[in-house]
Protein backbone atom coordinates (compact mmCIF):
# COMPACT_ATOMS: atom_id res chain seq x y z
CA UNK A 1 0.00 0.00 0.00
CA UNK A 2 1.34 3.41 -0.87
CA UNK A 3 0.55 6.53 1.21
CA UNK A 4 0.99 9.44 -0.58
CA UNK A 5 1.80 11.72 2.80
CA UNK A 6 3.74 11.12 5.50
CA UNK A 7 4.48 7.72 4.45
CA UNK A 8 3.91 3.76 6.18
CA UNK A 9 3.77 3.42 10.32
CA UNK A 10 6.03 0.02 10.94
CA UNK A 11 4.96 0.29 14.04
CA UNK A 12 7.64 0.15 17.25
CA UNK A 13 8.75 -2.40 19.70
CA UNK A 14 6.28 -1.64 22.20
CA UNK A 15 3.72 -3.78 20.57
CA UNK A 16 5.97 -7.25 21.05
CA UNK A 17 5.38 -6.73 24.74
CA UNK A 18 2.38 -8.59 26.43
CA UNK A 19 0.69 -6.00 29.29
CA UNK A 20 0.47 -9.64 31.52
CA UNK A 21 4.24 -9.41 31.36
CA UNK A 22 4.96 -5.84 32.32
CA UNK A 23 5.90 -5.30 35.94
CA UNK A 24 6.43 -1.68 36.30
CA UNK A 25 6.71 1.58 34.02
CA UNK A 26 8.98 4.43 35.07
CA UNK A 27 9.34 7.76 33.21
CA UNK A 28 12.58 9.34 33.21
CA UNK A 29 12.43 13.19 32.07
CA UNK A 30 15.46 15.43 31.79
CA UNK A 31 19.23 15.07 33.51
CA UNK A 32 18.58 11.53 34.66
CA UNK A 33 17.13 10.02 31.45
CA UNK A 34 20.14 12.06 29.90
CA UNK A 35 22.69 10.51 32.12
CA UNK A 36 21.52 7.00 31.20
CA UNK A 37 21.28 7.20 27.72
CA UNK A 38 22.94 9.86 26.45
CA UNK A 39 21.85 12.60 23.72
CA UNK A 40 19.10 9.67 22.89
CA UNK A 41 17.44 10.42 26.08
CA UNK A 42 17.33 14.11 26.27
CA UNK A 43 13.89 13.91 25.52
CA UNK A 44 12.95 11.59 28.29
CA UNK A 45 12.91 7.68 28.70
CA UNK A 46 9.94 5.46 29.69
CA UNK A 47 11.54 2.32 31.64
CA UNK A 48 9.46 -0.33 31.23
CA UNK A 49 10.36 -3.94 33.65
CA UNK A 50 8.96 -6.99 32.46
CA UNK A 51 8.13 -9.73 35.29
CA UNK A 52 10.72 -12.55 35.95
CA UNK A 53 11.09 -15.20 37.67
CA UNK A 54 10.81 -15.81 41.32
CA UNK A 55 13.16 -17.94 43.51
CA UNK A 56 11.97 -20.25 45.24
CA UNK A 57 7.93 -19.92 43.86
CA UNK A 58 6.49 -22.55 42.03
CA UNK A 59 6.51 -22.34 38.02
CA UNK A 60 3.25 -21.20 36.63
CA UNK A 61 1.24 -21.78 33.43
CA UNK A 62 -0.74 -19.71 31.68
CA UNK A 63 -2.74 -21.40 28.12
CA UNK A 64 -4.68 -18.85 26.25
CA UNK A 65 -6.19 -20.44 22.72
CA UNK A 66 -8.67 -18.78 19.90
CA UNK A 67 -10.45 -21.00 17.70
CA UNK A 68 -11.14 -19.43 13.72
CA UNK A 69 -12.92 -21.16 11.65
CA UNK A 70 -11.98 -19.96 7.75
CA UNK A 71 -14.61 -21.69 6.49
CA UNK A 72 -18.50 -20.82 7.00
CA UNK A 73 -20.31 -24.46 7.11
CA UNK A 74 -23.75 -23.58 6.14
CA UNK A 75 -26.15 -26.63 5.65
CA UNK A 76 -29.20 -24.85 4.69
CA UNK A 77 -31.57 -26.43 2.52
CA UNK A 78 -32.07 -24.31 -0.79
CA UNK A 79 -34.80 -24.41 -2.68
CA UNK A 80 -33.33 -25.81 -6.24
CA UNK A 81 -36.73 -26.87 -7.54
CA UNK A 82 -39.16 -24.55 -9.10
CA UNK A 83 -42.66 -24.30 -10.81
CA UNK A 84 -46.18 -22.86 -10.60
CA UNK A 85 -49.66 -23.75 -9.31
CA UNK A 86 -52.65 -22.41 -7.30
CA UNK A 87 -53.35 -23.05 -3.58
CA UNK A 88 -50.00 -25.37 -3.24
CA UNK A 89 -51.26 -28.09 -6.48
CA UNK A 90 -49.13 -28.27 -9.16
CA UNK A 91 -50.92 -28.24 -12.54
CA UNK A 92 -51.58 -31.70 -14.43
CA UNK A 93 -52.10 -30.59 -17.88
CA UNK A 94 -51.30 -27.32 -20.68
CA UNK A 95 -54.89 -25.13 -19.69
CA UNK A 96 -54.76 -25.68 -15.91
CA UNK A 97 -50.89 -24.06 -16.21
CA UNK A 98 -51.53 -21.48 -18.04
CA UNK A 99 -54.79 -20.23 -16.23
CA UNK A 100 -52.31 -20.39 -13.13
CA UNK A 101 -49.64 -17.97 -14.75
CA UNK A 102 -48.98 -14.55 -13.66
CA UNK A 103 -48.56 -11.64 -15.94
CA UNK A 104 -46.51 -8.69 -14.93
Known sequence: MQVTWG???MGDG???????DIESIQVLKG????ALYGYRGGNGAILITTKSGKKGKPISIEFNNNLTFNTIYDYRDYQKVFGQGTYGSRPT???SAKSSEMYS
Open 14 to 20: LNNINPD
Open 31 to 34: AAAS
Open 93 to 95: DIN
Open 7 to 9: GLD
